[in-house]
């Protein structure tokens, strides 16, 4: 607790230090990726386009089976595309013991971790343990008797001069983008409302779907990721981009202490029902596996994939939201809602059916009697984002003002991958992350997993 408290208050620069004179080696040559136990198309993803810096070669530890199998035929798919094909050279070690395998032989300097989330804690603190960089998917932990785990991985990448970060998508989404960056402008959006339970100053909501299409193919899952124990329930899975963005948006390059900064008011759960047809659909599985039979019932399978928080961070009341269908309506995807509430503009993220699906941010008047005061201070400080994001315009609405957004702009989900890891590896060039980064990621995580204790009505 004492080290970590010197981490959050003085200890960046030594961090920084410790982390810049381990990597100095990579400064100076390619990075090399190690991947682990690829359970989750997102470890594909990270390689959907070439890195700069990072070496073609890349050295993927697993178990024999159809996860190893998919993940190579992504990769593959990347390789033989037709436009912009990527040139990865794959080299397989499976079997039993790939972990103990991955950790003899040090092929590379950082490894990547998405799949089974009830390991990834393991793997994560063996991994900093032994001195590599790690970059894993989220959620790093899905219990709240996981936490301390993470606190004390985090302690160890300090003391190894190592990098642990998550991949956090949804920051390089552009209309999230553009909503934060209007929300930093005092002339439009003022300070931001403290909100309350019942009108929370932000909501974020995020609808899911379990059929869908990845890299222009049907997405098959792998049985376990309908087990919460093992994939995590939903208050602990997406949510995780949803309480970064609040962070990321309202306390924008802040270092946010998970002991003081947040309190918990209320958290829920449910779940999606799925009939067996739906699961085979998704899986290719005929029967129930022997582990999800506990959440059987008169033939369906109940998935705790759905959940709400409600909690103060800072003073701030926000609201975070998922949900999971099965399938989305004929020419729809996943979903986003966001609403950041300003004593003079509230900045709204809407995809429905009116805006065909596409994520679209809207800039509307706290108050109807500012509405003219409103759109001079717009046009005042467009010119600012302008000349950060060119071709961002404004086109008046009935609520105030639609945010327009060349097309170029919308590189969707799956290249935000890429986008995540040529940052990371950035920082592994400069030897270190924003001071904030660390203990926002605690703060994060303390965020979900308390959320699940009071839903189960554990604490």
């Avoid at 070439?50 to 178990?63: D, E, I, R």
């Avoid at 209309?175 to 339970?197: A, C, H, K, N």
């Amino acid at each position: 607790m004492k080290a970590l408290h010197g981490w959050m208050a003085a200890g960046a620069a030594v961090a920084a230090s410790v982390a810049g004179c381990r990597a100095l080696g990579l400064r100076e040559r390619t990075v090399r990726i190690l991947t682990l136990d690829p359970g989750h198309f997102h470890a594909a993803l990270v390689q959907k386009t070439m890195l700069p810096g990072v070496s073609p070669q890349v050295h993927v530890y697993a178990p024999d089976g159809p996860e190893l199998e998919a993940h190579l035929k992504r990769i593959e798919s990347f390789n033989r595309r037709a436009e912009n094909p990527t040139r990865w050279e794959t080299v397989v070690h499976r079997g039993p013991d790939y972990l103990d395998r991955m950790l003899a032989d040090r092929k590379g300097d950082v490894v990547v971790i998405s799949g089974n989330n009830r390991r990834k804690i393991e793997y994560i603190a063996l991994c900093v343990r032994a001195g590599l960089n790690v970059l894993a998917d989220k959620p790093m932990v899905i219990e709240a008797s996981q936490f301390d785990q993470l606190r004390e991985a985090f302690e160890t990448a300090r003391r190894k001069g190592v990098l642990l970060y998550d991949i956090m998508t949804e920051r390089y989404e552009i209309t999230t983008v553009l909503q934060r960056e209007f929300s930093r402008i005092p002339e439009v959006f003022g300070d931001i409302e403290p909100g309350t339970p019942d009108r929370p100053a932000v909501t974020k909501e995020s609808v899911h779907h379990f059929s869908k299409t990845v890299a222009g193919a049907p997405l098959i899952r792998p049985t376990w990721f309908f087990d919460v124990a093992q994939q995590g329930e939903g208050l602990v899975d997406v949510t995780t981009h949803l309480v970064d963005l609040i962070q990321w948006e309202c306390f924008p390059d802040q270092i946010l202490d998970w002991r003081k900064d947040i309190e918990m008011l209320s958290a829920r759960r449910w779940a999606t029902v799925l009939t067996a047809e739906q699961f085979k659909k998704v899986t290719g599985a005929s029967e129930w596996p022997a582990f999800l039979r506990k959440d059987v019932r008169d033939g369906r399978l109940h998935v705790f994939s759905n959940g709400e928080m409600i909690y103060r961070l800072r003073g701030i009341c926000a609201k975070v939201s998922v949900i999971w269908n099965f399938e989305a309506p004929p020419g729809a995807g996943d979903t986003h809602f966001s609403i950041l509430r300003g004593r003079r503009a509230n900045l709204v993220i809407r995809q429905g059916v009116e805006e065909q699906w596409v994520p679209t941010l809207y800039i509307e008047p706290a108050r109807e009697e500012e509405r003219a005061a409103l759109g001079a201070a717009l046009q005042a400080a467009l010119p600012t984002v302008q000349a950060r994001y060119p071709g961002v315009s404004l086109s008046p609405v009935p609520n105030g003002w639609r945010v327009e957004v060349p097309k170029s702009y919308h590189v969707g989900h799956e290249a935000h991958f890429s986008q995540v890891a040529e940052k990371y590896f950035r920082f592994l060039k400069e030897g270190r992350m924003p001071a904030w980064e660390v203990p926002n990621m605690l703060a994060k995580y303390y965020t979900t997993t308390r959320a699940l204790e009071m839903a189960r009505g554990q604490r």
